[in-house]
């Protein structure tokens, strides 16, 4: 598999684990210095999460919904890239197709007490 400081890890085989909640993730990797996922969100459902403390990359896979960025919004769909910094306020809205993204969290930089 790994020695620790490499992993393959196959989408389809990670997508296959998912439950059919409606809106699901499922993380994979979890190192020091990031956390990667798979992201579900059926068609029709409701995005609820907040801003993380983390930066954070989305890949759409599959699907098309809109994502809203602060006051902004955008449409979105298959081989969509979204860089989101930590602390934005970020959802996705009018999903219209299941979506499926590959979420990764850069790690929260160390707390020295600065």
Request: hydrophobic residues 40%; aromatic residues 8%; contains cysteine.
């Amino acid at each position: 598999m790994s020695d620790g400081t490499w992993q393959v890890f196959d989408l389809k085989e990670i997508r296959g684990k998912l439950k059919g909640d409606a809106v699901e993730y499922l993380e994979f990797l979890n190192v020091p210095a990031l956390n990667c996922g798979i992201y579900s969100l059926p068609a029709g459902s409701t995005d609820m999460q907040a801003p993380h403390d983390e930066d954070e990359v989305y890949v759409v896979l599959s699907g098309k919904a809109r994502m809203r960025l602060g006051d902004e919004d955008r449409a979105i769909g298959p081989g969509s890239l979204l860089y989101i910094g930590a602390t934005t306020e970020h959802s996705f809205f009018e999903i219209e197709e299941d979506m499926t993204l590959l979420v990764m969290f850069a790690a929260s930089p160390p707390d020295h007490g600065v």
